[in-house]
Every structure is written in structure tokens, then in C-alpha cells.
């Protein structure tokens, strides 16, 4: 069963960066398609970015779009979420998650394996 951690979580000043990361173990990152989530207090958990296995793009929330890289380093078992341009409302905890079936936001219960979470917070 893969394990997940993540870390990087941080406070940080609007329009800032951070980076997190999404370390695995138990099993090859390599075989899953990961998924970036986050649930910001009293919302519900939803989708920010899912990594394929191989062969196509990420793809993004639309609020992130354009601020939030999301990547993968086999080699090193670890994924990746590099967060740019960061606003007050990215503010709330951020989950990886991991499914050996189809990487998609909008299906949460596809993902079997997830992380404890890492608290992002963004203010001035």
C-alpha cells in the first residue's frame, strides 16, 4: 500500500512561492497517478492538480492555472507542487493523494492512498 507524506507547507506573504512536496513510500511512485488537493477551513476538499503516470500534461484547477506547477520525479519517489503568485484564498491544508486508476479531479474516491496533509497559509 503506498504511503504518502507531504511537506513544504509554510506561512507566506501574498505573491509569494512555495513548494511543496509529496514524498512516497510502501511502493513505486512510478505505477500511480498522483493527485494535489487542499481543504481550506469550513469548505469542502477539492482538486488542485492530478499527475498523470506518463504521456500527458497535468492538469489544473481552474484557479490555479497559470500559478501552480505540478510535477514528478520518479527517481526520487517524490511529486511535486510549486505554487507561485500565491493568493490569501490558496490558504488551506494541502493533500497528495495517489490511485492506479485515471488521475482526475473531480473524482476523489479514486485516490486510495492519501498524505496527512501540510497547512499552507498565505497573509500579510
Known amino acids: 500500500q503506498l504511503q504518502l507524506v507531504e511537506s513544504g507547507g509554510d506561512l507566506v506573504q501574498p505573491g509569494g512561492s512555495l513548494r511543496l512536496s509529496c514524498t512516497a513510500s510502501?511502493?513505486?511512485?512510478?505505477?500511480?497517478?498522483i493527485g494535489w488537493f487542499r481543504q481550506a477551513p469550513g469548505k469542502e476538499r477539492e482538486g488542485v492538480a492530478c499527475?498523470?503516470?506518463?504521456?500527458?500534461?497535468?492538469d489544473y484547477a481552474h484557479s490555479v492555472k497559470g500559478r501552480f506547477t505540478a510535477s514528478r520525479d520518479n527517481a526520487k519517489n517524490t511529486a511535486y507542487l510549486e505554487m507561485d503568485n500565491l493568493k490569501p484564498e490558496d490558504t488551506a491544508v494541502y493533500y497528495c493523494?495517489?490511485?492506479?486508476?485515471?488521475?482526475?479531479?473531480?473524482?476523489?474516491?479514486?485516490?486510495?492512498?492519501w498524505g496527512q496533509g501540510t497547512q499552507v497559509t498565505v497573509s500579510s
Open positions: 493523494a495517489g490511485t492506479l486508476g485515471t488521475c482526475s479531479l473531480l473524482f476523489q474516491h479514486n485516490f486510495g492512498s
Open positions: 499527475i498523470h503516470r506518463r504521456g500527458r500534461d497535468p
Open positions: 510502501k511502493s513505486t511512485l512510478d505505477y500511480y497517478g
